[in-house]
């Protein structure tokens, strides 16, 4: 196959796909990185609510609904475990999808605590 008759295959962007659009909440508190993602996500044609607070993120998903929630771990007002927590004891399986996004590397912070804990 060549690469003209992949880009007949690949879904373009600015809402035109056929797919039924998503309903996301985006869960974090940098307002840059929530900004840019749900820039990216309408132009595929999903709606997007942003919260920059986890409690405040709990409180949009109970008022929006949404189909996935992409949530931030640390962030202030609760952390992104504690809001996967509440949702799944909420709703069970009828929970959102939930997509976990972070900013800290856990690799660079076990080597980091290895590297503290070996030099004590």
């Given at each position: 196959?060549n690469?003209?008759?992949?880009?007949?295959?690949?879904?373009?962007?600015?809402?035109?796909?056929?797919?039924?659009?998503?309903?996301?909440?985006?869960?974090?508190?940098d307002?840059?990185?929530a900004?840019?993602?749900?820039?990216?996500?309408?132009?595929?044609?999903?709606e997007?609510?942003?919260?920059?607070?986890?409690?405040?993120?709990?409180?949009?998903?109970?008022?929006?609904?949404?189909?996935?929630?992409?949530?931030?771990?640390n962030?202030?007002?609760?952390?992104?475990?504690?809001?996967?927590?509440?949702?799944?004891?909420?709703?069970?399986?009828?929970?959102?999808?939930?997509i976990a996004?972070?900013?800290?590397?856990?690799?660079?912070?076990?080597?980091a605590?290895?590297?503290v804990?070996?030099?004590?």
């Amino acid at each position: 196959m060549n690469s003209k008759s992949l880009l007949s295959i690949v879904p373009s962007g600015g809402g035109n796909r056929s797919a039924k659009s998503l309903r996301l909440l985006i869960a974090d508190d940098d307002r840059d990185n929530a900004n840019m993602l749900a820039v990216v996500l309408r132009d595929e044609g999903d709606e997007v609510v942003i919260a920059l607070r986890g409690d405040e993120a709990l409180e949009l998903s109970r008022l929006f609904r949404p189909d996935v929630l992409i949530c931030d771990i640390n962030m202030p007002g609760m952390s992104g475990y504690a809001i996967a927590r509440e949702l799944r004891d909420r709703h069970g399986n009828s929970a959102p999808l939930l997509i976990a996004i972070s900013g800290v590397c856990p690799a660079t912070d076990f080597l980091a605590k290895r590297s503290v804990s070996t030099t004590i």
